[in-house]
């Protein structure tokens, strides 16, 4: 069974960093992108970023650009999310999701729970 | 980047009823457009991938069709639990996803 765990979220002030962690089980890691998206308090589900099986790709929505970076450990089972400058409007619930497929054009077919971001001074 | 737009933005609809929810692409993605549904508290469960392929485990009362920049997605007798709302996203771009804006579907 496939299980995506997100920890790393919580409380932080505008402008400071925070970094999220999924860590993954229950199939081949290194055959599958990941990614993260994201759910604001009432809007609806926003990608965010995702990484290619080795690294070698890597994406970012326009409104993160910049200030995320994503990583993977694959001897670790493990994808991470650099969050730096955060601002208010990246208040989400944010998920780690598995693509089917390898290389950043698949579909999402297993997603965490999600973990939540709050940015507040 | 490709825009991806829903509509209507949401819906009521009656058990039994038969439900189109329609997704538009801002250029063509030839199939590479997936649908979701999302419920309050869940996680997002992926419905169709590739337009039209249904994902293992998920009703055959859903179907997605289109190609190119128009796709629909169609349930064909709304059940108690298919109260919730849908996402359609592209894959057309790697690296670069989408989501539409998502559609509501309440209880009439």
């Known amino acids: 069974e496939v299980q995506l765990v997100e920890s790393g979220g919580g409380l932080v002030q505008p402008g400071r960093s925070l970094r999220l962690s999924c860590a993954a089980s229950?199939?081949?890691?290194?055959?599958?992108?990941m990614h993260w998206v994201r759910q604001a308090p009432g809007k609806g589900l926003e990608w965010v970023s995702g990484i290619s099986w080795n690294s070698g790709g890597k994406g970012y929505a326009d409104i993160v650009k910049g200030r995320f970076t994503i990583s993977r450990d694959n001897a670790k089972n493990s994808v991470f999310l650099q969050m730096d400058s955060l601002r208010l409007d990246d208040t989400a619930l944010y998920y780690c999701?598995?693509?089917?497929?390898?290389?950043?054009?698949?579909?999402?077919?297993?997603w965490g729970q999600g973990t939540q971001v709050t940015v507040s001074s | 980047d490709i825009q991806m737009t829903q509509s209507p933005s949401s819906l009521s609809a009656s058990v039994g009823d038969r439900v189109t929810i329609t997704c538009r692409a801002s250029q063509s993605i030839s199939r590479y457009l997936n649908w979701y549904q999302l419920k309050p508290g869940k996680a997002p469960k992926l419905l169709i991938y590739t337009a039209s392929s249904l994902q293992s485990g998920v009703p055959s009362r859903f179907s997605g069709s289109g190609s190119g920049t128009d796709f629909t997605l169609t349930i064909s007798s709304l059940q108690p639990d298919d109260f919730a709302t849908y996402y359609c996203q592209q894959s057309y771009t790697t690296l670069l996803f989408t989501f539409g804006g998502g559609t509501k579907v309440e209880i009439k």
């Open positions: 999701v598995k693509e089917r497929g390898s290389e950043g054009s698949g579909w999402l077919d297993s």
């Open positions: 229950g199939f081949t890691f290194d055959d599958c992108g």
